[in-house]
């Protein structure tokens, strides 16, 4: 092999590197595609929407919750940013096993994070419902987190979390539907309960 044919071969091999690197970002980007993070990592005031469910629930996995829940994550998120509220979103599925729960969270996702599988030994099940198999179900928290961001890693970090509502059964579910559907922005804040509190931190 002469030194043009070396040189050849060896852009080739870059070639084909760059193309089959490009190939494969491309094509593992998002690969749970309903469980893209979108979460706003600046710090301040966060409503976080916890939902609780399980696929071998009927009341938890039904095109109805599935409905409902699709409807009031994206409405919510909005609203809460018009009142200057950043928003995260949690789902959770008891399932014992995770690849089960996470089929299943996708009828409801995208969500910003899942905590998927283990039954009632799921972290999330403990730490926002003691572990209570009562599905479905959707918390809302108020959370305040202070960041300071160096490369993907955070200091001095504080937060606090407050229970702001609990709905438990697709009846009450149901009637958050229906308050985010019908309620103005502000009038979403006043029956969260968070008005004063956005004044307050804003101020």
């Known amino acids: 092999m002469d030194k043009k044919e070396f040189v050849l071969l060896i852009i080739a091999c870059i070639v084909l590197f760059i193309i089959g690197l490009t190939y494969g970002l491309k094509n593992n980007e998002n690969v749970d595609s309903g469980f893209e993070g979108n979460i706003d990592l600046s710090g301040g005031v966060y409503v976080r929407f916890v939902f609780i469910g399980a696929s071998d629930c009927f009341f938890a996995n039904n095109k109805e919750i599935h409905h409902m829940i699709n409807y009031i994550k994206p409405e919510l998120d909005k609203a809460l940013k018009n009142n200057s509220i950043k928003f995260i979103s949690t789902g959770i599925s008891y399932d014992l096993s995770s ?14 994070e899942v905590l998927a599988g283990g039954g009632a030994f799921n972290l999330g099940a403990i730490k926002y419902a003691s572990g209570g198999s009562s599905t479905p179900k959707v918390l809302l928290f108020l959370e305040e987190y202070e960041t300071e961001l160096f490369g993907i890693n955070m200091i001095n970090f504080t937060d606090s979390q407050h229970l702001l509502k609990t709905y438990t059964g697709q009846f009450e579910i149901q009637e958050l539907y229906k308050i985010v559907k019908q309620y103005s ?6 029956y969260l309960g968070i008005t004063d509190y956005i004044t307050m931190y804003l101020d």
């Open 99 to 112: 690849t089960t729960a996470i089929e299943y969270l996708k009828k409801t996702g995208p969500y910003d």
């Open 185 to 190: 922005d502000s009038a979403l804040a006043d």
